[in-house]
């Protein structure tokens, strides 16, 4: 018989993350002046525990058992086979997806917050200041606070917090301050309203915000949390891939031959991918594919540069693909996916040709969500439709080629938060955007003279 389910035991959950930073060679973040930046000049804004993750070359880290026990609440997570989407596509193919929707919050985000949370508190830090797009991760981290008595403050992108009032209210529930960015609160807000008071906001902005709201908070007991983008956050989701692996060998299945993720700073991809991009990097032949949107293509057509990760410039400069830290996407529904940079180890391996990056309008992602909910039965998170766009294409592509492939994908998220797009689409509500080049290049054009990495 077929399993649809595949389970794995409490006991057998991965007791380390794996560490892709100690197999590529990622450029160090500088300053200005291309001078590589130390621990010591992010310590206003992480705990230091946090920073030695985000530096290190370890290629295994122990996962605290504490970390685990909170885990436990939703993991392992199931490994499930998309049958009926198979039989609906009249594929060869047996697709498989991780599914990180049985979270708390709904998505993958928690298996980070509650990790950085733990960190955090660990190092004496009572306050944690993040920024939000969807909204997922802003609700993992009130989650993950509250579990931990911590206080969580959230700087929500304006559309977003328009368009999904509901994760607002799962902030709530767990005792987060959720505020609209850009807000009055901060300098980097009140900059950006007065530019443009009907801005929509975007991630760059809203990080900006929260960074300025941990540094300048003179009690010294508030960090800020990044949902993804950083070393340590891919670390933390290493777990799906680790996971997913044990899985897959728990019913002999071969290793896939192609991964899929979508990737907004690119943390579910690479928690779900970095364990087979390793298995790549030994010699298996797989196809490792990380998706974005069209509107905002970050690694299909941003350059590989040194660009900040916050529109108001208080990171060092990340090596990464980029549209410019001061682009502002135009507002699609997958929220989570409208960042202009992408995680310096995802953008690395793009960079040595690792994975094979593409692209897909917000139409076809939810023509292929709605085939989705309406083979598979659940509605999924307007981020994690992008993947399953991608899936849909390479299990027709199998079809046509008559070959039997494993193909596997992370399922970032459910979208019953976030029914308002779905609702929107079928009343014909919502359009394509292509990012114009005119619109790129005059985004690039702000880190032109910034420091190159050496590899560009
Ligand atoms: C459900 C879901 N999937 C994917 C993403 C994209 O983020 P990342 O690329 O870090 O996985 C988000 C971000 O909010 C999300 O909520």
Redesign the pocket.
Known sequence: MISRKIMLNESDIPRQWFNLGAELKVQPPVDMDGNPIGPDALAKIFPMNLIEQEMSTERWIDIPEEILEILYRWRPSPLRRATYLEKYLKTPARIYYKDESVSPAG???PNSAVAQAWYNKQFGIKNITTE??????GAALSFACKLLGLQCKIYMVRVSYEQKPAQRNLMNIWGGNCVPSPSMETKVGRAILAKNPETPGSLGIAIGEAIEAAVSDETGKTRYAL???LNH?MLH?TIIGLEAKKQLGSINEKTPDIVI?????????A?LSFPFVYDKMNGDDIQIIPVEPDACPTITRGPFAYDYGDTGKQTPLLAMYTLGHAFVPQPIHA???RYHGMSPLVSQAVKEGLLEPRSYNQLKCYESAMLWATTEGTVC?P??SHAIAAVIDEAVKAREEQKEKVIMFCY??HGLLDLSGYDKYLKGGLSNYRLPDEDLNSSLNEIEDYPKPSVS
């Open positions: 998505s993958h985000k939000t797009g969807a909204g997922q991760w949902g993804s983008v956050v989701q993720g979508c990737a907004g700073g690119g943390s579910n991809f928690g929220g989570g996916l998170a981020e994690t970032s998220g």
